[in-house]
């Protein structure tokens, strides 16, 4: 039903980009940035798009150029922006090619992904910000916060965070959902104490998502799905 992902290289300011795309797009799609420290293949990020093709929509899974360009340290967040702007005017045929998307768009991201993503949304029109992991402040410096980013935006947000997460835990407010999976880490690793397993931290973000797609953009649910 959601077919293949293929791959789909995007010309930005920055360098190259590289979008994994996979859908039907018709109801909207859902487009998930990586941290600074991995890539695409982060479990959370799994876990988003499965939740996304779960409730019908398409997904696009992006890879910044200083990654694609086999850089090992994240560029400053004025570029990573540049270059997430043109990766949305790609998909959504603002550049004047063909566009992929079709419908509303949710933008997020874990980590640094999910600060570009809540930085640009207003500029790009999403309907809403996932934000994954979502670094309130740097590790043991409460003082740098980052929350001014996280209230940016003016459309719904859902913040999924690790109960142990170092960077901080963001809490709920006007606009801004949180759910914290207990046990989890910054990378929603968990501890053999916890007595919970990768798959069951996975289920439950997947669920939490796909909850909040339902209602952020008013899709049925799955048939035979309980969301949260």
């Not at 487009?31 to 398409?58: T, Y």
């Not at 949710?106 to 979502?134: D, E, H, K, N, P």
């Amino acid at each position: 039903m959601s077919g293949t992902p293929r791959e789909r290289t995007i010309t930005t300011p920055v360098g190259s980009a590289r979008a994994w795309t996979q859908g039907p797009y018709g109801l909207g799609a859902l487009v998930l940035g990586h941290g600074a420290g991995g890539g695409v293949d982060a479990p959370d990020l799994r876990a988003a798009r499965d939740a996304a093709l779960a409730v019908g929509l398409g997904v696009v899974l992006v890879e910044q150029p200083w990654r694609v360009a086999g850089r090992r340290v994240a560029v400053a967040p004025p570029r990573l922006d540049q270059a997430w702007l043109a990766v949305l005017a790609d998909l959504t045929g603002q550049q004047g090619g063909p566009g992929l998307v079709q419908g509303p768009v949710v933008v997020g991201g874990r980590s640094a992904g999910a600060r570009v993503a809540c930085r640009t949304a207003t500029q790009v029109g999403a309907a809403g910000v996932l934000a994954l992991a979502f670094p309130l402040h740097p590790p043991g410096r409460p003082d740098r916060t980052r929350l001014p980013e996280l209230r940016q935006p003016s459309v719904p947000r859902l913040v999924v965070q690790g109960d142990r997460d170092a960077f901080g835990l963001p809490t709920p407010e006007p606009g801004v959902e949180v759910h914290l999976v207990r046990g989890a880490d910054h990378g929603f690793a968990v501890r053999r104490a916890d007595a919970r397993s990768a798959d069951e931290v996975a289920a439950e973000v997947r669920a939490a998502v796909a909850g909040w797609l339902v209602r952020v953009l008013g899709l049925a649910a799955p048939d035979g799905q309980m969301l949260t």
